[in-house]
C-alpha cells in the first residue's frame, strides 16, 4: 500500500495563516496591545471562516509538509487534558487514528506501558516514519505504527479497551462510517475520546453533531473536557 503524496491546499495555508493570527492576538493581548490583539484575532476568524468553507467541500489529512504546525502549543487539548479524560491504564490496548508526528502519542503509549500497546493509524506513511523516529528517540517501543483509513479499520472486532481521535475525524469524508467503524473495534464498555478545537481548525467539528453521529454508531457521551470551542468528549460504547 502506497501513501499518496497530499500536496497542501490553499485552504491549508488560510488555515496556517488562522492559527498563526491567533497566536499573535494572544501575545498582543498579553503585550497588553488591545488594538494589535484585535486586528489579529479578527484575521484569525476571517481566515478560520474562509478556511472551514473550503474544507466541507475538501475534507483531507493535514499534509505531510505542514506537519511543523502540529507541533504547536495544544492547549486546551493538551496531552495531558487527553491523559485525565481518556484515563488509559497499564495493560489496556489503545487505537489513535491519525497520530501525525506523535504529540498524544507518546504519553499515552508510555501510560500504558510496559503490557499495554497503543496502535497508531495514519492515512500518510511519512507521518508514521516521524512518529516512529520520535518513538525511537524516546524509547517507547509499545506503539504499532500501521497505514490505513479511518473508514476501514484494519483490525479486529473488539480489538481495543479504548480509542482516541483529536482533530482528524472532520478530515474524513465520512465520519459517520469512521464512527461505525471505531464502535466495531472497541470491547463491550470500551472508551472513545473526541478532541475538537473549532477556533483555527478549519475541520473542526461541533459537539452537538458529534453526539448526534456517535449516539447514531452506538456510543453514549459521559463526560466533556474543556470549553466547547475546544473539548475533550469522552464517549462510552452504548449497552
Known amino acids: 500500500m502506497h501513501s499518496e503524496v497530499r500536496r497542501p491546499r490553499p485552504h491549508d495555508w488560510v488555515s496556517v495563516g488562522a492559527a498563526l493570527a491567533s497566536l499573535f492576538a494572544v501575545g498582543a493581548l498579553v503585550a497588553g496591545n488591545g488594538t494589535a490583539a484585535a486586528v489579529g484575532a479578527a484575521i484569525a476568524v476571517g481566515a478560520t471562516l474562509a478556511a ?131 464502535r466495531r473495534v472497541l470491547r463491550p464498555g470500551g472508551r472513545l475520546v473526541v478532541g475538537e478545537a473549532l477556533v483555527v481548525d478549519p475541520d473542526g467539528v461541533r459537539l452537538a453533531p458529534l453526539c448526534d453521529a456517535a449516539r447514531g454508531a452506538g456510543f453514549g457521551l459521559e463526560r466533556r473536557l474543556g470549553p466547547r470551542f475546544a473539548y475533550f468528549a469522552r464517549f462510552r460504547v452504548a449497552g
Not at 502540529?70 to 489496556?92: C, K, M, V
Not at 500497546?117 to 509499545?142: C, H, I, K, S, Y
Request: glycine letters at 10%; proline letters at 12%.
Open 52 to 182: 472551514r468553507s473550503a474544507s466541507g467541500r475538501h475534507p483531507g489529512p493535514m499534509p505531510y509538509a505542514l506537519r511543523w504546525v502540529l507541533y504547536a502549543p495544544r492547549w486546551p487539548l493538551s496531552a495531558a487534558g487527553l491523559r485525565r479524560i481518556l484515563d488509559p491504564r497499564p495493560g489496556e490496548r489503545i487505537l489513535e487514528v491519525g497520530p501525525g508526528v506523535g504529540i498524544y502519542s507518546l504519553p499515552i503509549a508510555a501510560a500504558i506501558a510496559p503490557s499495554g500497546r497503543l496502535d497508531a493509524l495514519d492515512v500518510q506513511r511519512d507521518m508514521l516514519a516521524v512518529l516512529e523516529r520520535r518513538a525511537g528517540r524516546a524509547r517507547v517501543t509499545n506503539i504499532v505504527p500501521a497505514e490505513g483509513d479511518a473508514q476501514r479499520l484494519p483490525y479486529p472486532h473488539g480489538s481495543f479497551d479504548a480509542a482516541y481521535v483529536i482533530g482528524v475525524l472532520g478530515e474524513v469524508p465520512d465520519p459517520p462510517a469512521a464512527l461505525a467503524q471505531l
